[in-house]
């Protein structure tokens, strides 16, 4: 319910602070004072296109604010929780637009797309107005209210989902089908791949005991002709060997051996380097005598590395990087076959998702069909009450075409009236008259009031082409509505002023520079006056007086 609307420096408005209840509120006021601004500006707030023209002249921009209490509309609550907007107190929309034409946006102080105020909004507030947006030209609207009248909302937003799960479904089996092709040769290519590094059969760390092996075999003629080499200086050449000096050595000394000092020293250091020459001849004895050099292993190592290093290059990386590159292949093997088996789940889990909406949207359709005739009469009785005698509305279900299951269901749902005896039923959308496209709409409205899941109805003047007897029927119906939730009427007519709850009353104050447009709260003896006015015109009489007496009276019984 719309419970505060604040407007600065929007058209001729300087300031405007409304408190808004429950029931029916009626907005009167002379021709030109600017009635309809206050639901041109609370249009803004909900989503409605604005310029620079909005903007009071001389204000750099116009500020509008409108509160709503969503304590009985969880559907709003719940669309705020999912874009983590709720918080305490009333919701607050806030449009700002500045004299340049920029506009800004903004739902409980966060800045949010213009979108976002026009999704919110048509869950908090039904505008009827002879503009050709309203509501009720919109095809949705007709299946929403049929499906509320039916008591099928809650059905129809399963249908809805089970439609999207089915079309969400059919386009991720797509996406998987429409690479087949591609995806059974990637598949034939990884295998043929992994067959080769499988069969190659490379162990751990083989690479780098292959090469260092191999470095070995290469290099076995060079080592043992060093060791020969070393053996003959060491101890078989003829010209002095290592161990024959270190002997003549130790002789010329051994007299000398137990002298103190460095002299004893020398012979122990000669004497040690002997024992290590000898050992060292030893060992290099026993390594000749048992080396064998084997070409035939050294052919192996060979033929094993060229199919490493051949392999490496064929998949254009470094030899050591195979391991890593089998991992790979193996992984991504591993997900094209998860594609296969995805794609068969998926395939199964679009037969159940069809079979499940056609289950519910066959049930829904059966319930629409029931409820269509019952809304159109219905519709039809109010029509005759206002002022539409020999008035007719149907509702039309035209199954849609195509098999492909659908958010709206089997049909689309489109209310078809015809305003005058003899005319041909047409569609809402091109009713020719104002006046008679908003009658049609509060005859529609009354009877689905009921079952409405918005809390605030606006109706724009829905009394232009009327009067007498059908303007008291419209009054009443406004009643009604109000005594069932929150109405805001703009209205020429008593007879509707005098039904309301509440009375506004739009004026233009004059001051020396300027003009604004205030709005005044009229109670007692003031709305009387304003509907004697209403009544007979700028001279008021005792007798408009007392019979715009009687009209507030009649309607509070």
């Not at 999704?119 to 050709?132: A, C, P, R, T, Y």
Request: aromatic share 4%; glycine share 8%; net charge negative.
């Amino acid at each position: 319910m719309l419970v505060h609307l604040s407007v600065h420096n929007y058209a001729i408005v300087e300031h405007l602070d409304l408190e808004l209840s429950s029931g029916m509120t009626v907005i009167t006021g002379e021709t030109g004072a600017g009635k309809s601004i206050m639901l041109d500006a609370l249009g803004l707030t909900l989503g409605g296109r604005a310029d620079s023209g909005a903007v009071r002249p001389g204000a750099d921009k116009a500020d509008i604010l409108a509160s709503f209490d969503l304590s009985a509309i969880p559907e709003a609550r719940a669309w705020l929780s999912e874009r983590d907007l709720d918080g305490d107190g009333p919701c607050i929309l806030r449009r700002v637009i500045t004299a340049e034409g920029r506009s800004r946006a903004y739902i409980n102080g966060a800045p949010c797309p213009q979108g976002d105020l026009r999704s919110l909004g048509e869950l908090l507030i039904d505008i009827h107005s002879q503009h050709e947006h309203q509501s009720l030209l919109k095809p949705e609207t007709h299946r929403r209210l049929l499906d509320e009248f039916a008591g099928a909302s809650e059905l129809a937003r399963q249908v809805h989902l089970a439609a999207q799960r089915w079309r969400q479904t059919r386009q991720e089996l797509e996406r998987l089908s429409s690479a087949g092709d591609e995806q059974r040769a990637r598949h034939q290519l990884l295998s043929y791949q992994l067959d080769e590094l499988e069969n190659l059969g490379l162990g751990e760390n083989e690479l780098v005991r292959l090469e260092q092996e191999h470095k070995t075999l290469t290099q076995s003629g060079q080592v043992l002709g060093a060791c020969r080499q070393v053996l003959d200086l060491c101890s078989e050449s003829d010209a002095g060997n290592v161990l024959s000096v270190l002997g003549s050595s130790l002789q010329r000394l051994s007299t000398f051996q137990d002298q103190p000092g460095a002299l004893g020293e020398a012979f122990g250091l000669l004497t040690s380097a002997q024992i290590q020459v000898e050992e060292a001849v030893s060992e290099l004895n026993r390594f000749v005598d048992g080396f064998e050099a084997d070409p035939q292993r050294q052919m192996q190592v060979e033929e094993r590395l060229d199919a490493l290093y051949t392999l490496a290059r064929k998949h254009r990386v470094q030899p050591d990087e195979l391991g890593e590159l089998q991992k790979r292949l193996q992984a991504e093997l591993e997900t094209l076959n998860a594609d296969d088996q995805a794609a068969e789940r998926l395939a199964d889990e679009l037969i159940a998702y069809e079979r499940h909406y056609r289950e519910k949207a066959g049930e829904l359709s059966a319930l629409r069909q029931e409820a269509a005739a019952r809304l159109a009469s219905a519709v039809e009785q109010e029509m005759q009450h206002l002022g539409m005698p020999g008035g007719r509305l149907s509702i039309e279900l035209r199954e849609l075409p195509g098999g492909d299951p659908q958010p709206q269901g089997l049909e689309n749902v489109e209310f078809l009236v015809s305003a005058n005896p003899g005319q041909p039923l047409k569609g809402l959308a091109k009713v020719a008259s104002g006046g008679e496209l908003s009658r049609i709409s509060l005859a529609i409205q009354v009877i689905t009031a009921q079952t409405s899941r918005v809390p605030t109805l606006v109706f724009d003047e829905v009394d232009v082409g009327i009067g007498g007897p059908t303007a008291e029927v419209v009054g009443q119906l406004l009643r009604r509505l109000g005594e069932r939730g929150q109405v805001l009427t703009v209205t020429h007519l008593p007879q509707v002023a005098a039904q309301g709850h509440h009375h506004l009353f739009v004026h233009k104050e004059r001051g020396s520079a300027e003009t604004r447009t205030a709005v005044a709260s009229l109670k007692d003896g003031a709305r009387v006056e304003e509907i004697a006015r209403m009544l007979g015109g700028v001279d008021m009489t005792r007798e408009s007086l007392a019979h715009a007496r009687k009209m507030v009276a009649s309607a509070s019984i």
